[in-house]
């Protein structure tokens, strides 16, 4: 009997961690269930039903905020801070990978490609992946300074009135301030008065940004993995957070246009990978 009690713990952590997938319909989704699915260990296995599931993974905020619903451990993937932050003021049993990345990164690359840069802008509206708390934290040489913004109306003003202080902007993962409509906005005031812009994402690099560090879909199933792996050896949810080994992204003409240290992607992450 007592090979028996000696046996079961390893028994129970081989059992197979039943997860179910929320997501609108269209290529991410797709993509994204197949590579967690190319990825998973034998010991995670994906279930039709929500039911069946012991922990949902929701894919952005609306489809997170329905999962809700279901009452179960629940994981965000890609899901704005607040829209975790206010689930778990509701007493939801989640977490979330949040959109974005963390800032001490994106401030990494550009100190790699501006090192004479000094004063810089963080534009922060109340639904952005950065608080300003996160920019009043940081110990870094940079001088940040936190441009609040409360709406697209207010973009504009903000950027005429505050960037020719700064040496760079950095913009954090937004979905109601960065959208494709604020993109020229924001882009042709840089150009306009000669500051960069760095961030937020892969779409604002293509735009005009000069570059950015972002969540791809293969970073985000690599950090799901994690999630998972942790959920199904302590039974309780990993802290949410940004993703670790997030994606480089740089338009080489615009680089190049601010003689920037680092203007092509290779160069850059290389840099990025022995940086401290």
Known sequence: MLWLAWL???????TPLPVHVLAEDGPFRDS???ALDDAATPSITRVADPTQAELLIAIGDQVFRRAQKLDKPLLGVYVSRS???????????????????ALHDQLAMLEIMMPLARR??????PHSAWTPGMVQDYQG???LTALPVSSVDEMGDRLRESLARFDALVLPVDGELFGPGTAK??????????????????AYVQAGSVASLYASGADLVAETLVHLQFFQSSKRLRRSGFVHTPTVAVNEHVANSFDMVF??????????????
């Open 8 to 14: 079961a713990p390893s028994l129970c952590a081989q």
């Open 32 to 34: 994204f269930i197949q």
């Open 83 to 101: 829209a975790v932050t206010l689930a778990k003021r509701k007493r939801c049993q989640c977490e979330g990978i949040w959109a974005g990345v």
């Open 120 to 125: 810089v802008g963080v534009i922060i509206g």
């Open 141 to 143: 040489r940079l001088g």
């Open 185 to 202: 906005l924001v882009l042709l005031t840089s150009y306009r008065l000669r500051r960069p812009v760095f961030g937020p994402d892969h």
């Open 263 to 276: 203007h092509d992607i290779d160069s850059l992450r290389e840099a990025l990978e022995v940086s401290p």
